[in-house]
């Protein structure tokens, strides 16, 4: 992993809300949010922590106060320690153990869960599949994309906690030409065990065990 600079943050909140944008269908007049941000403008740096917070606050929640936050390049020694974060819809097409590298062999159409007494249909593989389409050119020197990761310690294991999809297909790609560096946001702190998304998390195998259970019995599938 290359170690590039400092962030912060407001540059977290900056780079999450880009990739998070199309979905939020916000009004045009508040893109400056992101397209011409001051970083130095407290105010903008506030509005963009409220929108991101509005609907990413059960992940954004977990990160630890004294978190350590890096501008980094992922090299491909990386990549085996490149997890996603612990949610049910991955759970499949990471071959049950959130590994990026399984998805490789995993993702697949037709996923989905019984949630809360409804089907919840789950198509990972589709967006992957969109997103190879405009990453075909990915240079790390020049893109303006960044995945998010948090880390115990910073020699890992990572989780990446933005940029799930953008990360699958950029694994993909890597497998017909090699693309790495990949540029990322490293979020590192001791106390990242007690982040309920982080494969590192102190009661990550209750999880998987659980989930586990969901997928035999055909609650997930």
């Given at each position: 992993m290359i170690f590039v600079g400092p962030a912060t943050r407001d540059e977290v909140n900056l780079h999450w809300l880009?990739?998070?944008?199309?979905?939020?269908?916000?009004?045009?007049?508040?893109?400056?949010?992101?397209?011409?941000?001051?970083?130095?403008?407290?105010?903008?740096?506030?509005?963009?922590?409220?929108?991101?917070?509005?609907?990413?606050?059960?992940?954004?929640?977990?990160?630890?106060?004294?978190?350590?936050?890096?501008?980094?390049?992922?090299?491909?020694?990386?990549?085996?320690?490149?997890?996603?974060?612990?949610?049910?819809?991955?759970?499949?097409?990471?071959?049950?153990?959130?590994?990026?590298?399984?998805?490789?062999?995993?993702?697949?159409?037709?996923?989905?869960g019984?949630?809360?007494?409804?089907?919840?249909?789950i198509d990972h593989l589709r967006i992957v599949e969109e997103k190879i389409a405009y990453m075909r050119i990915h240079e790390a020197d020049v893109s303006d994309e960044y995945l998010i990761l948090v880390a115990t310690k910073e020699s890992g294991p990572y989780t990446i906690i933005d940029g799930t999809h953008r990360a699958a297909a950029l694994l993909k790609e890597h497998q017909g030409k090699p693309a790495t560096?990949?540029?990322?946001?490293?979020?590192?702190?001791m106390n990242m065990t007690a982040n309920r998304w982080h494969v590192g998390f102190v009661d990550a195998p209750q999880i998987v065990s659980g989930l586990n259970d969901l997928a035999n019995e055909g609650t997930i599938w």
């Open positions: 880009r990739s998070e944008w199309s979905k939020l269908q916000l009004p045009d007049e508040a893109r400056y949010l992101i397209d011409s941000p001051n970083l130095n403008d407290s105010a903008q740096n506030g509005e963009r922590s409220r929108i991101l917070s509005a609907s990413r606050h059960f992940i954004l929640d977990y990160i630890p106060g004294n978190a350590r936050y890096r501008y980094v390049r992922v090299e491909e020694d990386e990549l085996p320690r490149l997890f996603i974060l612990t949610c049910w819809d991955w759970f499949l097409d990471t071959g049950r153990m959130f590994a990026l590298t399984n998805t490789l062999t995993h993702l697949q159409h037709g996923r989905g019984d949630i809360g007494g409804r089907r919840v249909p560096p990949w540029n990322a946001i490293l979020i590192d702190s």
